[in-house]
């Protein structure tokens, strides 16, 4: 027997049409490319690139367009439907990624060099177990590049649609540095909509 979609998936699933253009005129894309901007390169040229709960991508989509296509990009993520059009996205920049229809923790992941992750942490029931996930799949040193939700009274309209949780500052470094990362920098972004609802992190694993 199938298993039952989580409501929270079909949501997404409903939303996916229009989630990608949505990303592009809240400011979203822009401000990934400013994050990612703004951190330090690799020594080492990056192989392999993991987008945890991608929806259609944009933050690997900016990442392409900031440090070149990877030999390997996985997209992961429960809704077939997100994932499809983040296919398209990243195939239009010249990469052909691999799907991974699953939550979080669901199913092992070949560690990667380099974890993109954008408000996946505040809709997991545990958030130190989910960056425990993360973690497993990144190899030693591997970095993650993390965007949480913050305090701010816009979430709590998003929070309305989405039933997310937000993380003060010093909550999220407690809680990453507590599931065996270091974290390197924070990301304030600088305007639009991301600058009010959400805030950066690099960290990379012990």
Not at 19 to 32: E, I
Not at 39 to 54: E, F, L, T, Y
Request: aromatic share 8%.
């Amino acid at each position: 027997m199938p298993k039952t979609k989580a409501p929270a998936t079909s949501r997404y699933d409903a939303a996916a049409p229009r989630w990608g253009d949505k990303m592009r005129t809240l400011g979203y894309f822009d401000g990934y490319l400013g994050l990612l901007s703004a951190q330090r390169p690799r020594a080492d040229q990056c192989s392999h690139v993991v987008d945890i709960g991608s929806g259609t991508a944009a933050f690997a989509e900016a990442w392409i367009a900031i440090n070149g296509a990877p030999d390997k990009l996985t997209l992961l993520d429960p809704s077939r439907a997100m994932l499809e059009r983040g296919r398209n996205s990243v195939r239009a920049r010249g990469v052909e990624p691999q799907l991974v229809q699953a939550m979080l923790g669901e199913i092992d992941l070949e560690p990667a060099d380099e974890a993109l992750a954008a408000h996946v942490l505040e809709h997991c029931p545990d958030p130190s177990a989910a960056l425990g996930h993360i973690r497993a799949a990144l190899l030693p040193g591997g970095r993650l590049h993390l965007v949480v939700s913050k305090p701010h009274w816009c979430n709590a309209i998003i929070w309305l649609q989405w039933r997310h949780r937000t993380f003060g500052r010093d909550e999220i470094l407690q809680l990453v540095q507590g599931a065996g990362f270091s974290v390197e920098d924070f990301y304030s972004f600088p305007s639009g909509p991301p600058s009010r609802t959400s805030m950066g992190l690099l960290a990379t694993r012990n």
